[in-house]
């Protein structure tokens, strides 16, 4: 069943969406919280080994997201936006409920990795769904609604595990995506797509988009806007404890959780904020244009906020989280940039090679810190210019798609 486009931006499309995104974060979160309890669970105390594993799962779910991120946007575009989409919820959630019976690492591995596939395709075909069932003048309403609920799932994900040991925090994440399965009755495919279904059209071609110079500049520029998002999440969130004691001598102990609390708490504000800019100042590049300036304002104060309270570190990472808000913006962007036969393809991966991009962020950042001996405030702060000099390149290269209409299709 397929229906008109709609302005409303809280149709049952939007609602799944949001909600299935809330549940993906909280998955993509969870493991970082009960990383050390889990291993612990497992016979695994040497502190050494604890953060060594710990590294190795989280790179099996990042090779899920990478692996499915390719998967569920080609399937997206041959097989349709609807059937995905639930797919992803099936699996993440499954393997979600699937990690809370782990007995052993080597079923841990395969169960990270899993789960990295499912939760690879939640947000991109969500984004590609919500952009081609409602109207161009409201979709942007739409997409801020879904990134602005679905980061608010990294809160849930501490709770949780605060009140609750880790075998039950997965299995309250698997619980919650298999709910929502009993809402796809209500939920219909995208018109855009049933109408290309019956045309002649090659659909989800990835490779299309290393062959062709505009297609794949496009589609480097997108990746590179984002990128900045998991440059804060990786490395000056992630590390907030060791800068705070080490480089900039704040007043007190930082706690990591803590920091990734606020953090998304000020990214899940900030994705409403920035979304609704978006559609007030109708241009999609003067909102990314606006975040990455606040952003890097708000990055100046984290590394110059030496001798500061706890209090005021935490404020700084916060509006960090505010300016970071631009990922719903970012996706939208990535979304209107390609046709209706690529458009679920590059939706979904953008995104997960976005996070994959921290992998090398991170070892650029080792290898300054420690190879080159320039300590970790110079290896912070180069990394930053060379992610925040790349975004802004790639911003000024991007056209403008806030007037688009997504209603058409890409020479393959």
Same mark, same amino acid.
């Given at each position: 069943?397929?229906? &008109?486009?709609?302005?409303?931006?809280?149709?049952?499309? !939007?609602?799944? /969406?949001?909600?299935?995104?809330?549940?993906?974060?909280?998955?993509?979160?969870?493991?970082?919280?009960?990383?050390?309890?889990?291993?612990?669970? @497992?016979?695994?105390?040497?502190?050494?080994?604890?953060?060594?594993?710990?590294?190795?799962?989280?790179?099996?779910?990042?090779?899920?997201?990478?692996?499915?991120?390719?998967?569920?946007?080609?399937?997206?575009?041959?097989?349709?936006? @609807?059937?995905?989409?639930?797919?992803?919820?099936?699996?993440?959630? @499954?393997?979600?409920?699937?990690?809370?019976?782990?007995?052993?690492?080597?079923?841990?591995?395969?169960?990270?990795? @899993? /789960?990295? !596939?499912?939760?690879?395709?939640?947000?991109?075909?969500?984004?590609?769904?919500?952009?081609?069932?409602?109207?161009?003048?409201?979709?942007?309403?739409?997409?801020?609604?879904?990134?602005?609920?679905?980061?608010?799932?990294?809160?849930?994900?501490?709770?949780?595990?605060?009140?609750?040991?880790?075998?039950?925090?997965?299995?309250?994440?698997?619980?919650?995506?298999?709910?929502?399965?009993?809402?796809?009755?209500?939920?219909?495919?995208?018109?855009?797509?049933?109408?290309?279904?019956?045309? %002649?059209?090659?659909?989800?071609?990835?490779?299309?988009?290393?062959?062709?110079?505009?297609?794949?500049?496009?589609?480097?520029?997108?990746?590179?806007?984002?990128? %900045?998002?998991?440059?804060?999440?990786?490395?000056?969130?992630?590390?907030?404890?060791?800068?705070?004691?080490?480089?900039?001598?704040?007043?007190?102990?930082?706690?990591?959780?803590?920091?990734?609390?606020?953090?998304?708490?000020?990214?899940?504000?900030?994705?409403?904020?920035?979304?609704?800019?978006?559609?007030?100042?109708?241009?999609?590049?003067?909102?990314?244009?606006?975040?990455?300036?606040?952003?890097?304002?708000?990055?100046? &104060?984290?590394?110059?906020?030496?001798?500061?309270?706890?209090?005021?570190?935490?404020?700084?990472?916060?509006?960090?989280?505010?300016?970071?808000?631009?990922?719903?913006?970012?996706?939208?962007? /990535?979304?209107?940039?390609?046709?209706?036969?690529?458009? &679920?393809?590059?939706?979904?991966?953008? %995104?997960?090679?976005?996070?994959?991009?921290?992998?090398?962020?991170?070892?650029?950042?080792?290898?300054?810190?420690?190879?080159?001996?320039?300590?970790?405030? &110079? /290896?912070?702060?180069?990394?930053?210019?060379?992610?925040?000099?790349?975004?802004?390149?790639?911003?000024?290269?991007?056209?403008?798609?806030?007037?688009?209409?997504?209603?058409?299709?890409?020479?393959?």
């Amino acid at each position: 069943m397929t229906h &008109a486009a709609t302005k409303n931006p809280f149709n049952i499309i !939007v609602i799944v /969406a949001a909600l299935g995104y809330f549940v993906d974060i909280y998955d993509l979160i969870l493991f970082s919280i009960v990383r050390i309890p889990s291993l612990k669970g @497992l016979g695994i105390t040497d502190n050494d080994s604890i953060k060594n594993i710990g590294i190795a799962l989280l790179n099996m779910q990042m090779l899920g997201m990478l692996t499915g991120g390719i998967i569920w946007g080609i399937l997206g575009d041959k097989k349709g936006r @609807l059937s995905v989409l639930f797919l992803t919820i099936l699996l993440y959630s @499954l393997a979600n409920i699937a990690n809370g019976f782990v007995q052993t690492l080597p079923q841990y591995y395969i169960l990270r990795f @899993l /789960a990295g !596939v499912g939760l690879a395709g939640e947000l991109g075909i969500g984004i590609t769904l919500v952009s081609e069932v409602m109207t161009k003048e409201t979709r942007g309403y739409g997409t801020t609604i879904v990134s602005g609920i679905g980061i608010a799932g990294a809160v849930l994900g501490f709770l949780v595990a605060d009140l609750f040991d880790w075998r039950a925090a997965y299995f309250v994440g698997g619980a919650l995506g298999l709910l929502l399965l009993i809402l796809r009755v209500s939920v219909y495919e995208s018109g855009m797509f049933s109408k290309l279904k019956h045309e %002649p059209v090659k659909r989800g071609d990835f490779l299309s988009l290393f062959r062709n110079k505009r297609k794949f500049l496009k589609y480097i520029y997108c990746i590179l806007i984002g990128v %900045p998002v998991w440059y804060v999440i990786g490395i000056l969130v992630t590390f907030s404890p060791e800068f705070a004691r080490k480089v900039l001598h704040v007043q007190g102990e930082i706690n990591a959780g803590k920091s990734v609390m606020y953090h998304y708490i000020g990214a899940s504000v900030g994705s409403f904020l920035l979304g609704i800019l978006s559609q007030y100042l109708r241009s999609r590049k003067k909102s990314l244009g606006a975040a990455l300036s606040a952003l890097l304002v708000f990055i100046v &104060a984290y590394f110059c906020s030496f001798g500061a309270t706890t209090a005021f570190f935490y404020s700084i990472i916060f509006v960090l989280g505010l300016a970071q808000g631009y990922w719903a913006v970012f996706i939208t962007t /990535a979304s209107e940039q390609f046709g209706t036969n690529l458009r &679920a393809t590059v939706t979904t991966t953008a %995104p997960n090679f976005v996070r994959g991009s921290t992998v090398l962020m991170t070892s650029l950042y080792g290898l300054i810190e420690t190879w080159m001996n320039l300590g970790m405030l &110079a /290896a912070g702060v180069i990394v930053g210019i060379i992610v925040l000099s790349l975004s802004f390149f790639a911003l000024f290269h991007l056209e403008e798609t806030y007037h688009k209409d997504l209603d058409y299709t890409e020479v393959i």
